[in-house]
């Protein structure tokens, strides 16, 4: 079922979640849960703190050349870790807890994880380019970090000045 994706600045968001122990039909029922939602919201990356459960897992459906997401090409990685990154890349970032926000940020450009599947078993997995960028930007969530922690000083002042006055004119009704 689709769940509630919760939003900035509410604070589970800044929560370190736990690692998962049981590879359960409960964390399946989470996992399937999560891609309705994800997909629902056109999103193309999910950690369980967007849909308020602090757990280690995460999603990632990245669409094809024509735009269009597989969920054959579904990740799920559960306790990830990342084992070894390399260069730099810049990307312009979104996320379903930071709506209609969008900003550079820099991140490596290779990474290799380790993280284990929906029933445990231990996996690796090495990737770069906008995977690279999704990995890092999910698996922040899951230590409590939003990718506009990780904006340069005046960048962040710019996100707080435009989110409060969406914050006052939505309060009066009014559409920005
Ligand atoms: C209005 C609004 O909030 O727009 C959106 C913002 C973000 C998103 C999705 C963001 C997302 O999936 N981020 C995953 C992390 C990530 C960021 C950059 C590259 C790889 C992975 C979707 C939105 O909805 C629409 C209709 O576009
Ligand atoms: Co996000």
């Known amino acids: 079922m689709i769940r509630e994706i919760i939003t900035y600045p509410d604070r589970r968001l800044f929560m370190r979640s736990n690692e998962v122990e049981s590879f359960d039909s409960e964390l399946h ?75 550079d940020v820099e991140r490596a450009e290779w990474v290799r994880v380790e993280y284990q599947d929906r029933f445990g078993n231990k996996k690796s997995l090495e990737t770069d380019g906008l995977l690279a960028v999704a990995v890092q930007h999910e698996m922040d969530h899951l230590d409590g970090h939003l990718f506009i922690e990780k904006l340069p000083y005046l960048k962040r002042k710019k996100f707080e000045k435009e989110w409060k006055k969406k914050r006052t004119a939505k309060k009066s009704g009014v559409k920005v």
């Open 29 to 103: 029922k989470l996992l399937d849960d999560m891609y309705e939602t994800m997909i629902a919201k056109n999103g193309i990356g999910l950690a369980a703190i967007q849909v308020a459960v602090p757990l280690r897992a995460l999603i990632i459906n990245l669409p094809d050349e024509e735009g269009k997401q597989h969920k054959e090409d579904l990740l799920e990685l559960i306790n990830p870790v990342i084992i070894e990154s390399k260069g730099t890349q810049i990307y312009t970032e979104g996320c379903l807890s930071v709506p209609e926000y969008y900003e």
